[in-house]
């Protein structure tokens, strides 16, 4: 079994047994499933320019989230903050399900992502052209629309299923795939790829660690954001 098939048989196993005890980390979880499943169908038909690259760059990727959720469940305390926020909003029966969706998001885009990419670039990047470079940058965003391409499967499939009143919700933010698309891919993921190639450009220390405080706090932010909460003191108390 590749290491793709190998994550989504964990996610499954994951799903199945959050289904179960009525888990709302299925929410994220589910969704991430999807976009996962539609990149290795775009792996195995070679779309992109380094399917390699493109494949061991999501199996890091999904690492870093079974890290965090790993380390959640032997001490809450654990993980980066930004996945502790959104662990303990999947415990928290007020939580809309675009609130628990979102906050999943945010933390494995702008966090981990961050740093799983920066990691696989920094192995590289000194020995690339600039046409190489660029070409790493074209698959980072031919992601961009295979996410797209996955929102009304996510809307239907996770969106709708757990939460039935969402049309509700829908009607009053706009259609929830243009709301999504433009979060994660016109702002977010785009973002990610600079904050990236600054951490690997990074070699003084102290500005490196500058860096990595940027994308703790602004990830730490979004999060807030998206939970409707104003003050750090609040966050503390609900974490």
Request: hydrophobic content about 45%.
């Amino acid at each position: 079994m590749d290491k793709g098939a190998q994550v989504l048989v964990k996610m499954d196993n994951l799903l199945a047994d959050w289904e179960a005890a009525n888990d709302k980390r299925v929410i994220f979880l589910s969704c991430y499933k999807l976009m996962t499943e539609n990149v290795l169908a775009a792996i195995q038909s070679e779309v992109f320019e380094d399917t390699l690259w493109v494949a061991t760059l999501m199996e890091n990727f999904a690492g870093y989230y079974f890290q965090a959720l790993e380390n959640f469940e032997k001490e809450p305390s654990s993980p980066p903050q930004v996945w502790q926020i959104a662990f303990h909003a999947a415990q928290n029966p007020h939580t809309h399900v675009l609130q628990n969706l979102v906050l999943g998001v945010n933390a494995h885009i702008n966090y981990d992502l961050v740093f799983a990419l920066s990691e696989l670039l920094a192995s590289e990047w000194t020995q690339l052209s600039p046409e190489e470079r660029h070409s790493r940058y074209i698959d980072h965003c031919h992601i961009n629309e295979i996410i797209h391409n996955t929102f009304n499967e996510v809307q239907v499939q996770v969106i709708e299923r757990y939460q039935p009143l969402f049309g509700v919700v829908d009607k009053m933010l706009g259609p929830v795939e243009e709301w999504m698309t433009t979060l994660m891919i016109t702002e977010w993921r785009d973002e990610v790829w600079k904050h990236a190639t600054h951490l690997i450009d990074a070699a003084e220390p102290t500005y490196r660690a500058g860096i990595v405080q940027q994308v703790h706090q602004l990830s730490l932010a979004r999060a807030q954001d998206i939970l409707g909460i104003g003050s750090i003191t609040e966050l503390e108390e609900f974490i």
